[in-house]
């Protein structure tokens, strides 16, 4: 066994009684959180652990169970209707030129938000031994360009599994890139190993969209396994969820993208979270979402800005959303504000009228 599955397998956090033993029976209602639990299965790896710096901060929120998963409102098992996009086994096909692969049925910490907490810590809703139909799809897809590797995590695999996987896309030749999905960097730095570095470089373009919801999540031991890839020529993106008591403010969020480019990691999306059943107490309002981008765009480098995304529930994908800054547009003229609110005017090109207007 490797390191990084030996401290993932000692040392996390994966019962509730190991949560009580933690934290103390008074904060920890096992009988309580039993529901939650056996709905979606726990792990709080190390990294996490020491992420908690109190009952109820940003990190608990994300990661320890609570009674509120257990009231379904509004919220749907498979929210993002992946599962009728999805033409073959672990495949989702949506977009014309790209297709996510789920690779691995567990992560190393389970985030209470999952939108795929129906499938994820599941073995058997994503077989390990059922790739060869999704090879054959992407195969036979000449349309396919871009392969993003999600699941779970795919970097819970081993480095063998993983170079097979690389290997077996690598060898069609219409596909350009490939995309790694992953909260790693953030739940078990130590994943991020000399080893899988050497190995990554031999199959690039690979890119990894990492997952950070929190200026607190970017420790030492995450921004050196973040250096540890970009050094390897791995380029960085981050997806970031939207979540009601963790980042829905304007300032951390700030502090949570500066983070991120000290890192060298590009903010990619901002997260809408899913209706997801079991997750709806994490969510907040679009007009939230909203005044965050506008807290940003202007005010901060625009490498800083990242694009706030819908996945529109029931499979329609992702639909970006922007503030109002345009007022009106006419055959003429578009009338706009900037970030401060100011108000300026654009004339539009060779239309007759427009100057002497
Ligand atoms: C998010 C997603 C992608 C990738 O979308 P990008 O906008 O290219 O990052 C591809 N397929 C599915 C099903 C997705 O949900």
Not at 42 to 55: C, F, G, N, S
Request: net charge negative; proline share 7%.
């Amino acid at each position: 066994m490797s390191e990084w599955q030996s401290l993932l397998r000692e040392r996390s956090v994966a019962t509730l009684d190991a949560l009580a033993e933690r934290f103390g029976p008074d904060v920890i209602d096992t009988e309580a959180l039993r529901g939650a639990f056996d709905g979606f299965q726990m792990r709080l790896t190390p990294a996490v652990l020491d992420q908690i710096k109190a009952v109820g901060d940003p990190m608990w929120t994300q990661y320890v169970p609570t009674v509120a998963e257990m009231e379904v409102v509004d919220g749907v098992v498979d929210s993002l209707g992946e599962d009728a996009d999805s033409p073959v086994p672990n495949l989702t096909h949506r977009y014309p030129d790209r297709a996510l692969f789920l690779v691995s049925p567990v992560c190393a910490s389970y985030c209470r938000f999952c939108t795929r907490r129906r499938k994820v810590g599941d073995p058997e809703k994503i077989p390990l031994n059922q790739y060869d139909s999704a090879f054959a799809y992407l195969r036979a897809h000449g349309e396919i360009r871009d392969v993003i590797l999600s699941g779970g995590d795919p970097m819970m695999l081993s480095d063998r599994r993983l170079e097979y996987i690389f290997q077996t896309l690598r060898a069609i030749p219409h596909i350009e890139i490939i995309r790694i999905g992953s909260r790693i960097t953030s739940h078990l730095p130590e994943r991020i190993t000399p080893e899988f570095c050497a190995m990554v470089q031999r199959y690039h373009p690979v890119f990894m969209n990492t997952h950070f919801n929190h200026p607190d999540e970017l420790t030492p031991a995450a921004v050196a396994a973040l250096d540890r890839l970009s050094m390897a020529g791995v380029p960085l993106g981050c997806q970031t969820v939207l979540l009601k008591g963790v980042n829905d403010d304007p300032a951390i969020m700030m502090e949570l993208m500066h983070r991120l480019l000290k890192a060298r990691v590009r903010p990619y999306y901002i997260y809408m979270c899913d209706p997801v059943a079991g997750g709806e107490h994490f969510r907040t309002t679009i007009q939230k979402g909203l005044e965050i981008i506008q807290a940003l765009r202007g005010w901060t480098s625009g490498l800083a800005v990242p694009h706030l995304v819908i996945d529109a529930p029931g499979g329609g994908g992702k639909v970006p959303l922007l503030p109002e800054y345009v007022e009106s547009i006419t055959d003429e003229e578009v009338v706009f504000r900037n970030y401060e609110g100011k108000r300026f005017v654009y004339k539009q090109p060779g239309v007759a009228g427009a100057v002497a207007h």
